[in-house]
């Protein structure tokens, strides 16, 4: 005699469950300065669409530059991935110069903020020789992104901790030169970076790093993506 077996029903999305949004969320902007800068920094926060429908869960946590540009860039593409089971819910964090300052304004400080210290934004070698060959304005002054990556870690993480559930998952992401900055992050207190772009223009790009993990006995787990066109199929995102 067969025994009749009956497969449960797939279970439910958290976003799709009653009184879900089916999008993400962006809080209004505030505003929040550290010591080691002479300017204000425009913070706004995207919640997951099961964010109020989920009292008592936690998320994980992207850490976006350049917020004002990028943020709704990256919440449209978190929107669809969620949709299509790539990527898990996660709460953003945009944090950047804000807009009514300008263009001209907003690349001077992401020069300061995004850049880590070193001889300069550009690397040695061939690369670098030929953007200095093309005649790219490399900037000086401070280079501070150490100083960024400390206020976001022990300033405004928990400051925000206080009002958004965020769980100890944590990344980092930056375009161009954020991806610059995410790249060279060795705080560990960022469990994961996501850069993009040329994240290599930096005399401490991102190879150099290996060095230090054999000093201090820590492994480096990373996970890397090169393409140019054509779709991704390994599931970048999605959590081990």
Known sequence: MSEDVTQAPPSMPDWAQPGARYTMSIEPALTMRTAAFDWD?????ALPASYGAMPDKRYPVLWLTDGPLMLRLAVGLQNTLVFGSQA???IIVGVGCTSDLGVIEYGRRRIVDLTPPGKGMLFDGPGGDYLRNLGMPVPEGPQQADDLLSFLVDELRPVLAQTYRMDDDHGL?????GGMFAGTSRQPAVRQTLPSGNSHASSRSPPRLEPHSRRVRQRTHGRFCVGGGQPLDHGVLRRP
């Open 41 to 45: 920094y425009e913070v706004q926060v």
């Open 88 to 90: 898990p819910e996660m």
């Open 173 to 177: 992401m930056g375009h161009s030169g």
